[in-house]
């Protein structure tokens, strides 16, 4: 519903640059790391996150011996200076405690003429399914309204504002593309389940009363279903992908 359509376009961006040795950073449960593979299946692939436990179930998935599924923090890699030609990211930007030192990091472990390919969310208005379900949980909290979604994944929009901080830490150029996807899922429920109860804004909602969960999940759905039908439904999504050479 997210992460698929971008991560095969980052594929075809990362093929264009013939990389030999890539990196990626906040590779989650590996959904662009198999993009990545089945687009370069001769390059090896080290694929990174904080969390052991996603990368584990990314190991499941896609098992090859130039493949590696390796814990690390963006922010103070443990690969020496020039070790790759290509650095990747999808939507993990976001969350670095310090995108500029993040940034930098990856310019480090990147060769001379190496390249950091790397998406974030736009706005989130123009993700229709992510802005109906925040609404529906702000709706149900008025007087504190949870706002995981607009401050975090969605609340960097700003591609000139990332621009500098590539800039910052060492970058020579940054080209930029705004990209807008279809968003597919089978029923209403699947983005109000997604969003609701399996990212951090379910913790925002449990902290203010998780006896609400379910109830808010389905008044999510409802809102879904009441623009888009209970499904199969596609609505559009929109990300900037940042081409950084160093």
């Avoid at 705004?178 to 389940?193: G, H, N, Q």
Wanted: charged share 20%; glycine share 6%; net charge negative.
């Amino acid at each position: 519903m997210l992460f698929a359509p971008y991560a095969e376009h980052l594929a075809k961006y990362a093929v264009a640059h013939n990389p030999k040795h890539v990196l990626e950073v906040a590779a989650g449960t590996g959904i662009v790391t198999r993009a990545l593979h089945a687009a370069l299946p001769e390059a090896t692939i080290i694929a990174t996150d904080l969390n052991a436990g996603m990368l584990a179930h990314g190991a499941t998935r896609l098992t090859a011996e130039n493949v590696t599924w390796q814990q690390a923090d963006a922010i103070s890699l443990s690969f020496g200076d020039a070790s790759f030609d290509l650095v990747v990211c999808q939507f993990g930007a976001m969350f670095f405690p310090d995108r500029t030192e993040a940034f930098r990091e990856a310019r480090r472990v990147l060769a001379p003429g190496g390249r950091f390919l790397f998406t974030m969310w736009a706005p989130i208005e123009h993700s229709p399914l992510a802005a109906i379900v925040a609404r529906a949980a702000a709706d149900a909290f008025p007087n504190d309204p949870p706002s995981f979604l607009t401050r975090t994944p969605y609340g960097h929009g700003d591609p000139a504002v990332t621009k500098r901080e590539l800039r910052a830490a060492g970058f020579i150029q940054v080209d930029v593309e705004t990209v807008e996807m279809p968003s597919r899922a089978a029923t209403a429920y699947d983005p109000a389940i997604g969003f609701c109860q399996g990212s951090p804004l379910r913790l925002e909602i449990e902290s203010r009363d998780p006896a609400r969960l379910a109830a808010i999940t389905e008044s999510a759905a409802r809102a879904v279903a009441a623009q888009y039908g209970d499904g199969p439904i596609e609505a559009t999504m929109r990300a900037f992908v940042f081409d950084a050479r160093s």
